[in-house]
């Protein structure tokens, strides 16, 4: 079965550091974009990051710079490093999976809480 399985969210005060990783299974990870999305209460989901098979990456400008995102193939995960945060980082953050063809299938993590406050 596909799974995407999201860890190390928590809380963290302004300013820390967090490291999310996004374990996966049961697909073609190295053939897949990943994205990091996150949600806060009564917010849309947004796109954090994403990076490609081949490695390029896009980022949200509200994260630009503080976040990065990365993927081990051999490893069958992704990781996004997240610091500087502050308390609209507050969210849960879900791991994404996506085969870049046309009508190509998608998936999705469970989801890891990320809380900034002091």
């Known amino acids: 079965q596909v799974q995407l399985v999201e860890s190390g969210g928590g809380l963290v005060q302004p300013g820390g550091s967090l490291r999310l990783s996004c374990a996966a299974s049961g697909f073609a990870f190295s053939l897949y974009t990943m994205g990091w999305y996150r949600q806060a209460p009564g917010k849309q989901r947004e796109l954090v990051a994403l990076?490609?098979?081949?490695?390029?990456?896009n980022y949200a400008e509200s994260v630009k710079g503080r976040f990065t995102i990365s993927r081990d193939n051999a490893k069958n995960t992704v990781l996004l490093q997240m610091n500087s945060l502050n308390s609209e980082d507050t969210a849960v953050y879900y791991c994404h999976a996506r085969n870049p063809v046309p009508g190509g299938r998608q998936y999705w993590g469970q989801g890891t809480q990320v809380t900034v406050s002091s």
């Open positions: 990076i490609t098979f081949s490695g390029s990456t």
